[in-house]
Each structure stands twice: as C-alpha cells, then as structure tokens.
Nanobody, 119 residues
Framework: QVQLQESGPGLVKPSQTLSLTCTVS??????????WSWIRQPPGKGLEWMGA???????YYSPSLKSRTSISRDNAKSTTYLQMNSLKPEDTAVYYC???????????WGQGTQVTVSS
C-alpha cells in the first residue's frame, strides 16, 4: 500500500523560497498512470491544487501558481519535491501531497505539513 509523508521547514520568511519533500513508500513514483500532486489548504479555506508530476516525469501546474512553483522528483529516492519562490504570508497553509491513479482514482494522501510564512 502506498504511503506518503511530507516534510519541510515549518516557518519561512516572506520573499524566501519554500522547499518541501514528499517521500513515497510502498510503491514506485514511476509506476504507470500514477500522478503525484501537491495540494495546500490555507487556514479557514478550501483545498487548492498546486500541481503534479506524472509517472512519466511530465509536470502540470495551477495557472495561478505556475510562475512561482516547480515540482521535481528523484526516482531512486521515490521522492517528489515542491519549490515555491517569493513566498507571501498568504502562502501560509498546510501542504499535502497525494497519489492519484488514472484508472483507479485517488489512492492516498500524506498527513500534511504546516508551513507558516512570517517574518
């Protein structure tokens, strides 16, 4: 069974770059038809899909975040990475990664990691 675990710095200053890691266990991130997404939820607001990296390595981004976001992966470590630059206080949120299979649907979520943007 696939399991996901996010990790990150917790507190980031405005204008800095956020780097988060999603470590996948119980499966390979290159397994056909899997998509590995990053999603966030600001306090008191709904979920926002940020982007994804596919089993093929192709990447997809939310148009509203594309200019500040980059998703990459390390196949050998079964890990995906989220980088977001020029952080603002409104980027404060719980950040999640999840696994989606094209034929099976949503597979699993990570527990999420809190990121606070504050000076």
């Amino acid at each position: 069974q696939v399991q996901l675990q996010e990790s990150g710095p917790g507190l980031v200053k405005p204008s800095q770059t956020l780097s988060l890691t999603c470590t996948v266990s119980g499966g390979s991130i290159t397994t056909n038809y899997y998509y590995w997404s990053w999603i966030r939820q600001p306090p008191g607001k709904g979920l926002e899909w940020m982007g994804a990296i596919a089993y093929s390595g192709s990447t997809y981004y939310s148009p509203s975040l594309k200019s500040r976001t980059s998703i990459s992966r390390d196949n050998a470590k079964s890990t995906t990475y989220l980088q977001m630059n020029s952080l603002k206080p409104e980027d404060t949120a719980v950040y999640y990664c999840n696994a989606y299979h094209y034929g099976l649907g949503l597979i699993e979520w990570g527990q999420g990691t809190q990121v606070t943007v504050s000076s």
